[in-house]
């Protein structure tokens, strides 16, 4: 089971930390992803992290975002810095099994509730 959180309002330019925490399996052993949906938009890939801890990133949100764990707290966090307008979305954490950090959301078994980030012009 996931656990998203850390959603809000906040102004372009900012700053939020999404948090995700699993139950159930260690966040080592799952790869794990976070995708994002804006109204009227399909679900995207932001980012994920191996097993290994190893992280890749789509190209929009490159340099800003950061994807980390702490293996203590089984949480994977996403670190948003230099918020835009367009990072306006409903982020999910997910979660699936395998070898292959994948970017397709139907790669993924596990599916946290989302949490709503909302950037201000």
Same mark, same amino acid.
């Given at each position: 089971?996931?656990?998203? &959180?850390?959603?809000g309002?906040v102004?372009? !330019?900012a700053?939020?930390r999404?948090?995700?925490a699993?139950s /159930?399996r260690?966040? @080592?052993?799952i790869i794990?992803?976070w %995708?994002?949906?804006?109204? !009227?938009k399909? @679900?995207? %890939?932001v980012g /994920?992290i191996t @097993?290994?801890a190893?992280t890749?990133? #789509?190209?929009s949100v =490159?340099?800003r975002f950061?994807?980390?764990?702490?293996?203590? =707290?089984? $949480?994977?966090?996403l670190q948003m810095?230099s918020? =835009?307008?367009e990072? $306006? #979305?409903?982020?999910?954490? #997910?979660g @699936?099994?395998?070898a292959?950090?994948?970017i $397709?959301?139907? &790669?993924? $078994?596990y599916? !946290?509730? !989302?949490?709503?980030v909302?950037?201000?012009?």
């Open positions: 089971q996931l656990q998203a &959180s850390g959603g309002l102004q372009s !330019g700053s939020l999404l948090s995700c699993l /159930g260690t966040v @080592r052993s794990m992803g %995708f994002r949906q804006a109204p !009227g399909e @679900r995207e %890939f /994920g @097993r290994s190893n890749i990133y #789509a190209d =490159k340099g950061t994807i980390s764990r702490d293996n203590a =707290k089984n $949480t994977v966090y810095n918020l =835009k307008p990072d $306006t #979305a409903i982020y999910y954490c #997910a @699936r099994g395998g292959d950090l994948l $397709t959301a139907t &790669s993924y $078994t599916w !946290g509730q !989302g949490t709503l909302t950037v201000s012009s």
